[in-house]
């Protein structure tokens, strides 16, 4: 049996390595299965040989994943965490009550129909807004 006064700060160290190492495992697992699934760029034949892969052959499976499809995986999360960026802003901005940008076209018509601004201004006005 093992006690405390046989338990060295480097056992100390190795086993917190390992759990670490452990845990970075767990994460790179499902990072990859995560991504398998949401890749819109492969078929459900891909999807079923990557998986496949990676259950029969866990470690080797998620290293060639990453060498292979590493560079897809970091565009599907940038792709990702830019389409939640832009659904934010959109619930921001309604919430907050700004004008849609058919609010302002519609508002844009109005003045040009009043003559406060006249054809050229309004459509610079209005390529701005839908830029």
Known sequence: MVTVWEYS???VFLSMLW???FFIWIWLLISVFADI???DDMGGWGKAG???LVIVL???????????????????????A???DEQMRAYVQGVAGAPSAAAEIERLSALR???AISDEEFQQAKAKLLA
């Open 82 to 84: 830019r389409r939640q």
């Open 9 to 11: 700060p480097g056992d």
């Open 37 to 39: 699934f949401r890749s």
């Open 113 to 115: 129909t009043s003559g």
């Open 19 to 21: 759990f670490f190492l």
């Open 50 to 52: 990557w998986t496949i």
């Open 58 to 80: 866990p470690y080797l499976g998620v290293f060639v994943y990453l060498i292979a499809r590493g560079k897809k995986m970091g565009e599907h999360a940038a792709r990702d």
